[in-house]
C-alpha cells in the first residue's frame, strides 16, 4: 500500500484554465452558418423565399458571392413561377401536397447544395445561426409573400 499514490477526492480538478479558448477550426468559416433543417423550417413557414433566403446567406458566409446571386436570381424566379402555378391551379387539385412537395425539394436540394459544407463547418467549431435570425426572416419572408398575393388579388378584383 505504500506504493500506491494517494488521490486526494475532495482536492478540484485539475484543468487548463489558463489555455485559449477552442475557437474555429481551419474548415470552418468564418461567419456563421443556417443549418439545412433551419433552411427547412423558413421554407415551411415562410415560403420557399425564405428558404432562398437563407440560402444565399449561407453561400456568402462562405465568401462566393457569385453562387449567392445565382441562387438570389434563380430562386426568386422559381418561387414567382410556383406563386404563379398555385393561382392557375384548378380548384379541384388540392394545394396542400403540392407545398409539401415543393418544401421537401427545396429542403434536398438544400442539403445536397450545402449540407456537406455546413456539417465539415460544424466539425470544426464553426458557429450556427441564431434560430431567432430564422424566426424573423421567416415571419418576414410570409408578410412579403402576404402583402404579394394581397396585391395580386387586389388586382385581378379591380379588371
Request: hydrophobic share 55%; proline share 8%; aromatic share 10%.
Amino acid at each position: 500500500m505504500a506504493d500506491e499514490p494517494t488521490i486526494n477526492p475532495y482536492a478540484p480538478p485539475a484543468a487548463d484554465i489558463d489555455g485559449r479558448p477552442v475557437g474555429p477550426g481551419e474548415d470552418a468559416f468564418p461567419n456563421a452558418l443556417f443549418s439545412p433543417r433551419q433552411i427547412l423550417t423558413g421554407a415551411v413557414f415562410g415560403s420557399v423565399l425564405a428558404g432562398v433566403i437563407f440560402l444565399q446567406a449561407n453561400y456568402r458566409a462562405m465568401n462566393r458571392p457569385r453562387a449567392a446571386n445565382r441562387t438570389l436570381l434563380f430562386g426568386t424566379l422559381a418561387c414567382a413561377a410556383f406563386l404563379a402555378l398555385m393561382f392557375v391551379l384548378p380548384d379541384r387539385i388540392p394545394p396542400t401536397p403540392i407545398n409539401i412537395a415543393a418544401v421537401l425539394t427545396f429542403y434536398k436540394l438544400a442539403d445536397t447544395m450545402q449540407g456537406r459544407a455546413f456539417s465539415r463547418h460544424r466539425a470544426a467549431n464553426g458557429a450556427r445561426q441564431s434560430n431567432w435570425l430564422v424566426f424573423g426572416i421567416t415571419v418576414g419572408a410570409a408578410a412579403a409573400v402576404l402583402v404579394v398575393m394581397f396585391l395580386i388579388l387586389i388586382a385581378i378584383g379591380m379588371n
